[in-house]
């Protein structure tokens, strides 16, 4: 019921949360995108006062030859370009990842192929700069059950030593991965 309240919400607001069909001409996968990825963000002062990294985090379901699979995926971008600082600072690359709720976490791996193994051959949910990292978490129908729950309140990059970075929600609609689920027909799986 909840679900269906926040989809009318976003309808009445003008907003289309359909998601988007797409055909990959190379790999003849047929994915079907979240409308518009959450969005996280951190300031990275230590580079600069205004500096601020992005993270877009969304839901895609592929269809190849009926096998179908839900991918999540999180491209890492900044607003500033570190290649061009006296001593570059690497952004931090996605890879191990930790969602957090008030009451849970959900800490995923990614496949080591990126969006290839999914059989994309194009970028999803790039962000406006040229410059992205991104990373792919084949999902659980559990994983994707606990995500359509509700959206974490943050997500944390796992540094290659350990040292989380913590991203916290910026612009996130809910209504977005509800749009995806009714659309590909998926029923969480019963408890």
């Given at each position: 019921m909840l679900a269906i309240a926040l989809l009318v919400g976003a309808c009445a607001a003008g907003r289309d949360l359909w998601p988007v069909e797409r055909l990959d001409r190379q790999s003849a996968v047929n994915t079907t995108i979240m409308a518009e990825p959450w969005v996280f963000a951190r300031d990275a002062r230590e580079?600069?006062?205004?500096?601020?990294?992005?993270?877009?985090?969304?839901?895609?379901?592929?269809?190849?030859?009926?096998?179908?699979?839900?991918?999540?995926g999180v491209v890492a971008w900044s607003?500033?370009?570190?290649?061009?600082?006296?001593?570059?600072?690497?952004?931090?690359?996605?890879?191990?990842?930790?969602?957090?709720?008030?009451?849970?976490t959900l800490e995923l791996e990614s496949v080591p192929a990126g969006r290839e193994a999914m059989g994309a051959s194009e970028p999803i949910f790039a962000g406006p700069q040229p410059v992205f990292e991104d990373a792919w978490y084949l999902l659980s129908e559990s994983q994707l059950a606990r995500l359509a729950l509700a959206p974490p309140?943050?997500?944390?990059?796992?540094?290659?030593?350990?040292?989380?970075?913590?991203?916290?929600?910026?612009?996130?609609?809910?209504?977005?991965?509800?749009?995806?689920?009714?659309a590909t027909g998926f029923v969480p799986p019963n408890p």
């Open positions: 580079i600069a006062v205004n500096a601020r990294d992005y993270l877009h985090v969304g839901v895609v379901e592929t269809n190849r030859a009926g096998q179908r699979a839900y991918w999540l607003t500033v370009d570190r290649t061009a600082l006296p001593v570059p600072v690497p952004p931090v690359r996605p890879g191990r990842i930790r969602f957090a709720w008030e009451e849970a309140v943050s997500v944390s990059l796992m540094s290659e030593n350990d040292r989380p970075v913590h991203y916290d929600a910026w612009r996130v609609e809910p209504g977005a991965l509800t749009a995806l689920m009714r």
